[in-house]
């Protein structure tokens, strides 16, 4: 069985595969963020807002790239 | 709506997954959010390394998640070298996991950058280029300090993860 653990609230998911335990633990409502590990709100809970700000970066990045390519 | 990326780390010999660290901190034990001072490293030794991934556990409608960049920012106490399998050019591709070992690593053999890369030195799918379009995993990022005999103290300094996004 391979196991996967939420860093956030340490509840232990199992799965015959590494992806069904993973499947597991995605759908969990995490008790301390009171989120999925899908929701941005679960990021920015444990990171005191900085997942958004971060994630707004990663996007202008890849924006910025996508565009410069395209002028290529 | 903005993906949703995390960094998990594997553990032990059954390849354990915590998702969603919060450090990575090394020392000589190998566990997650491990504590430095219960473990410290003797000097002239190694930390275990830490295999870690970058995980996007939604896309949030964006299309792509590509260019993962690591570096460290921060000096290493005394003469402490931190080595990855990270690296520009010569990329080694996805590497199969192993159980962590606290002797010198034959895969993290790269000096980790202390400033953000040109390219991208972590890949996906085994090479540089391949972005995600769902819900992944990046290849294993392997990482290990080695410490001089001569050095005395640990340090604190930041692992930087970094991606594109693009919608």
Redesign the interface.
């Known amino acids: 069985m391979?196991?996967?653990?939420?860093?956030?609230c340490g509840k232990v998911f199992e799965g015959e595969t590494?992806e069904k335990?993973?499947a597991k633990?995605?759908k969990h409502k995490c008790k301390k963020t009171g989120f999925t590990?899908?929701?941005?709100e679960?990021?920015d809970a444990?990171s005191n807002g900085r997942f958004?700000l971060q994630?707004?970066a990663?996007?202008a990045?890849?924006?910025k790239?996508?565009n410069s390519k395209k002028k290529k | 709506m903005a993906a949703t990326v995390a960094i998990a780390e594997f553990n032990t010999a059954g390849e354990t997954k915590t998702a969603s660290i919060t450090n990575t901190n090394m020392g000589d034990t190998d566990a997650v959010n491990l504590d430095p001072v219960a473990y410290p490293v003797t000097p002239g030794n190694y930390t275990y390394e830490k295999w870690q991934k970058i995980e996007v556990t939604a896309m949030g409608g964006s299309s792509a998640i590509d260019n993962l960049k690591i570096w460290r920012t921060g000096a290493l106490g005394g003469s402490a070298a931190h080595l990855t399998n990270a690296r520009e050019t010569s990329y080694g591709g996805a590497e199969t996991f192993a159980t962590p070992i606290k002797t010198v690593s034959t895969l993290a053999t790269e000096t980790m950058p202390t400033s953000e890369p040109t390219d991208a030195n972590l890949g996906i799918g085994g090479d540089l280029v391949t972005a995600l379009s769902a819900a992944g995993l990046s290849d294993y990022l392997i990482h290990q300090i080695g410490t001089d005999a001569g050095d005395v103290a640990g340090s604190t300094s930041t692992m930087n993860y970094q991606y594109d996004e693009t919608a």
């Open positions: 391979k196991q996967v653990i939420c860093g956030a590494e335990a993973n633990y995605l590990p899908t929701d941005v679960h990021y444990l958004s994630s707004k990663a996007l990045r890849g924006e790239r996508k």
